[in-house]
């Protein structure tokens, strides 16, 4: 397979279970070792797409393609080459760590070695020849994490994979993620956490009611909602600046917001820097729960 | 193959850890040397092997009990690991959806057939250091119920397993399952005396008998060891039956394995097609 050519490749897909519409006409392409975090609400479509990527259920419409196959042909090829980690990870309760580890490397056709080497990798090492049915959730997600990364994945799916984790672990988990995707691995998350995804993910796509509403970087995203710049205003007394108008608005004592677009910012800023009644500023950017927010608001305004 | 006995493994394993290999073989073993020393004392007077004595009363006590502890292996075997969430994972692995499913089915079969192999194995061991007389005629029966025990397992672990991809709540499966029982082990050998003491031989033919005694495994086992072995059956007291039967034993061993093979084909199929 060709460098440039998509990893994952979905084509107006579609899903649909009785009258319930789980996704309409998705499509997107994931180029090799790309960061790519599938946002929404419960009921998105977000497992939906994900098990349709995994060959687990079929598309009623359109066309997806995984590692160059068609993931629902039932074709174990793909799927050697193919990690996922599932929303509230469970595994046999009688069973240890270890014992289900190296069951799942050998079914991916690898040593039972490169078990042991991801438990240690992903901190288990000392509970690995415990029963599992005495691991925390945490450890659960780990112990998930590590089956995930077996058979040197091109692809990782990972639906929430960081629900129940520690923030420490949190922050390994997408250093690895970060190290894996070097490497060429192409890293699928979805998520809820929109604000830790910052810096995290090179890209974004925002689901709504299997619907695709936003799809592409941060800067690109934020450029497209054109949300507003935040100015935090901290002055010397009471007395705010004229030019201070009437889309300010008194948060406080002696602190004002000001809305302004992006493109009027700089001018403001150098305003508010040269005024002698201002003693700091704070910018705040839009945050992604914002932005989020307005990729859902505007696709209700279409549809209505 | 490679994967399939992986998985046979890990339910091995698996059915080791949760005390299932050691409930069932103590079970089986407490009531095969129960009635290896209890049903010893009658059969003195006629002179018959106490080998042959035990395999009669074992294999009458088999035909409730293996079923029972087949199905409460197996009606789980799917729908279980579907609620418990760990079936998905496993699917996304490079395997084949019949193979989790050939792969539990050995496994299961192998939990029981240890069982069995132990629990009524310490039986004829505790005859023989008895100082019973067992003789090689004896013996062949024994291991001949060994083996269609194992194959009634198998029979009883394939119609769970059916039940289990059929449904997709455990307790439905439970139900199934207990109905199976009832139905194939109780119900239908009431059934069959019912009808054929209403019909007094006027309709029925043997044909038609023997028919329906092959439609269910567990008369074809009840046969196959009462009536199919001419010690057995003059102590079972299936000397007419054994003689007038146009069911040989090969063909009762085949309908067995029948009973195995076609509910698990039917459930790979199943599965194969279903969406999870």
Request: proline share 4%.
């Amino acid at each position: 397979m060709k460098a440039d050519l998509p990893i994952i490749e979905l084509d107006g897909v579609a899903k649909h279970y009785g009258v319930v519409q789980a996704l309409r006409d998705v499509s997107f392409a994931l180029p090799q070792g790309s960061r790519v975090a599938l946002v929404g609400h419960n009921g998105a479509g977000k497992t939906t797409l994900m098990k349709l990527m995994l060959g687990l259920i079929r598309p009623s419409a359109g066309s997806l393609r995984v590692l160059g196959e068609d993931p629902s042909a039932g074709v174990a090829g793909a799927r050697q080459r193919l990690g996922w980690l599932p929303e509230n990870v469970s595994f046999n309760p009688a069973l240890t760590g270890r014992e289900i580890l190296r069951f799942f490397a050998r079914l991916k056709g690898e040593p039972a070695s490169a078990a042991d080497v991801l438990l240690d990798r992903v901190g288990l090492s000392e509970a690995a020849r415990r029963r599992i049915d005495g691991y925390s959730k945490g450890m659960r997600q780990r112990l998930g994490l590590a089956q995930a990364m077996l058979g040197k994945p091109r692809a990782l799916l990972l639906d929430e994979p960081t629900t129940g984790l520690d923030p420490a672990v949190r922050q390994e988990l997408y250093e690895m993620l970060a190290e894996l995707a070097g490497g060429g691995t192409t890293v699928l998350l979805s998520s809820h956490a929109l604000e830790e995804l910052e810096g995290r993910v090179e890209r974004v796509v925002i689901l709504d009611h299997g619907r695709v509403v936003a799809d592409g970087s941060m800067t690109e995203l934020r450029r497209l909602a054109m949300l507003p710049v935040r100015l935090r205003l901290i002055l010397v007394g009471d007395a705010a600046p004229d030019w201070v108008g009437g889309e300010a608005q008194r948060i406080g004592p002696r602190h004002f917001e000001v809305l302004c677009s992006q493109n009027e910012k700089m001018a403001v800023l150098r305003r508010a820097a040269g005024d002698p009644l201002i003693t700091d500023l704070e910018v705040l950017q839009p945050t992604l729960d914002e932005l989020y927010g307005h990729f859902l608001h505007s696709r209700m305004e279409i549809t209505s | 193959m490679r994967v399939v006995l992986l998985i046979a493994g890990k339910e091995i394993r698996e059915g080791i850890r949760n005390r299932w290999v050691v409930a069932a073989t103590l079970l089986l073993a407490a009531l095969a040397l129960t009635l290896a020393f209890l049903g010893a004392a009658p059969a003195g007077r006629v002179g018959a092997g106490a080998l042959e004595v035990v395999v009669v009363s074992l294999s009458s006590l088999s035909v409730f009990l293996l079923p029972l502890i087949a199905l409460l292996l197996s009606h789980d075997a799917v729908v279980g690991e579907a609620e418990r969430g760990t079936l998905l994972l496993l699917l996304t692995y490079p395997l084949a959806r019949w193979h989790v499913l050939m792969g539990k089915f050995l496994g299961y079969v192998a939990i029981l057939g240890l069982a069995t192999l132990l629990g009524y194995g310490a039986a004829a061991l505790a005859l023989l250091l008895a100082g019973a007389q067992i003789t090689p005629g004896g013996w062949w029966a024994f291991a001949y119920m060994l083996g269609s025990s194992v194959l009634l397992g198998a029979a009883f672990v394939a119609l769970g397993m059916l039940a289990s991809t059929l449904v997709r709540n455990r307790g439905t499966a439970a139900g199934i399952a207990v109905g199976l029982w009832l139905l194939l082990v109780l119900l239908w050998d009431m059934g069959l005396l019912g009808l054929l003491v209403a019909d007094q031989g006027e309709h029925l033919s043997a044909g038609a008998v023997d028919a329906l005694f092959l439609l269910n495994p567990a008369d074809a086992y009840r046969l196959f060891n009462l009536a199919g072995l001419a010690d057995v059956r003059t102590l079972s007291g299936m000397t007419a039956l054994g003689g007038e039967s146009g069911l040989s034993a090969p063909l009762l061993l085949a309908a067995l394995a029948a009973w195995a093979l076609l509910p698990l084909a039917a459930a790979a199929a199943l599965f194969s097609r279903r969406e999870l």
